[in-house]
């Protein structure tokens, strides 16, 4: 269910769920620390809030590190005014979060 305010793009709500998906996926990993899994599920929900629609995905090289730099990079293709909203704002802090949580 999509809280999101105004009306988004398809491309934008397409790059939202492509990037909740991949976070979503890497919050579901038993292999990856607490520390990385909760920033990516909390970022996942609000891209969700946003317009996205997380779908499990496979990880990028079967790996976090890669699927969270895909997820930041796909949301630098939102329309600005998507990108600036309060939610994908803060997703975009909390995979950053997670990222240096990896070390």
Do not use: K, W, Y
């Not at 769920?17 to 292999?31: H, I, K």
């Amino acid at each position: 269910m999509s809280t999101a305010g105004p009306s988004i793009s398809t491309n934008d709500e397409a790059v939202l769920t492509f990037a909740a998906s991949l976070l979503d996926s890497v919050g579901a990993q038993a292999s990856v620390p607490a520390e990385v899994v909760t920033p990516c599920l909390l970022a996942a929900t609000l891209l969700e809030s946003a317009g996205g629609q997380a779908h499990r995905v496979s990880l990028v090289d079967g790996q976090a590190r890669p699927s969270i730099l895909a997820a930041l990079a796909a949301l630098a293709q939102l329309d600005a005014g998507t990108f600036a909203g309060n939610d994908v704002l803060e997703a975009s802090r909390a995979a950053r979060d997670a990222l240096a949580e990896l070390g």
